[in-house]
């Protein structure tokens, strides 16, 4: 089931520097939440403290909530791969395991997880994932041939695929589609659209056009200047800040003016 994200004054540090001050949010399960805010106002940062992929960079370090479902992520007796495998993400440039064949990428995070699999269930996993991710036409007759030897937006729906394996609630993608050419994108778009059934999304991106295609939800983050902490301006339904932002600084920056 998808899952509610609450994030309460969550307060984000490189070791002694604050990047990311004082965000409150709640994200919707079953909808899609895109990032939008100028270079190094801290998107990214914040997207990885949603799964605890933050604390993996020595030094790195959050106060404050986030909470899945009232399920505090940060308490001390919760386990950070659990949290991983609930909470997935995709990442900027598709990522397949150079070594591994299409089926075995679908199933890599499982065997992550010590997941022991008959070989029929392995095959329903992969094709369940593959269709998930729109990809399984494309794929199903070469599935023991290389991830790496597909084009750069499949090998994107196979990192779709190899997320959703392990069938989390959440998924987290950093700007997934800068590296793939307009119909590559197109097709992530459109993946986004109905993986939004099942899951909450949240979605880093520098393109506009494309916050308002697949968002329901926009967070508009700003920097009050170089050295100072990103803070989150304003959260409001896509459609208002893209025609009436309550900030004039969301306005500024949707307009162009900077950013
Ligand atoms: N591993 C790191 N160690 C130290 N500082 C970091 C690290 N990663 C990011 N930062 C700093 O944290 C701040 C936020 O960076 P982040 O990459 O989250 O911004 P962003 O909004 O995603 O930027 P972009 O749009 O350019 O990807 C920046 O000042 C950046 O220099």
Known sequence: MAKSIDVSDLNIYYSDFLAVENVNMTIKARSVTALIGPSGCG??????????????????????????????LYDSAVDPVEVRRMVGMVFQRPNPFPTMSIAENVLAGLRLNNKKL?????????????QGANLWNEVKDRLGKPGMGLSGGQQQRLCIARAIAVEPQVLLMDEPCSALDPISTSAVEDLIHELKEQYTIVIVTHNMQQAARVSEDTAFFNLAGAGKPGRLIEMNPTKKIFSVPDEEATEAYISGRFG
């Open 118 to 130: 008959t070989k029929s269930e392995a095959a329903d996993v992969v094709e369940r994932s593959l």
């Open 43 to 72: 998107k990214s940062t914040f997207l990885r403290t949603l799964n605890r992929m933050h604390e993996v960079i020595p030094g790195a370090r959050v106060e404050g909530k986030v909470a899945v479902d009232g399920q505090s």
